[in-house]
């Protein structure tokens, strides 16, 4: 019943920051939680981000005080704001959420981080 759609991925210079965008089919200022998932190639999906209904946040280790989890209610959209990128962030990254005990998945978005 959530459709999920990434965008703003690219390819982008080791130091320099990029902006994800995920755009919901509904509005999301009713859903407790949205996520941010990446997946490199040969390594399992892995927990990016999350924004919670209340407002706070939570982030993996590898990404603290670099990535920024944001919610616009208004635009019913789940933002990345990505900073100090690294080589080791090159991974598909996808939105993610949890509705009516469903896990819906938007299709990912490419980010690929050079020397």
């Known amino acids: 019943q959530v459709q999920l759609v990434e965008s703003g991925g690219g390819l982008v210079q080791a130091g320099g920051s990029l902006r994800l965008s995920c755009a919901a089919s509904?509005?999301?200022?009713?859903?407790?939680?949205m996520g941010w998932y990446r997946q490199a190639p040969g390594k399992q999906r892995e927990l990016v981000a999350v924004s919670w209904r209340g407002g706070g946040t939570n982030y993996a280790d590898f990404v603290q005080g670099r990535f920024t989890i944001s919610r616009d209610n208004a635009k019913n959209a789940v933002y990345l704001q990505m900073n100090s990128l690294k080589r080791e962030d090159t991974a598909v990254y996808y939105c993610?959420?949890?509705?009516?005990?469903?896990?819906?998945w938007g299709q990912g978005t490419q980010v690929i981080v050079s020397s």
């Open positions: 993610n959420t949890i509705y009516n005990y469903i896990d819906y």
């Open positions: 509904r509005s999301i200022f009713s859903i407790n939680r």
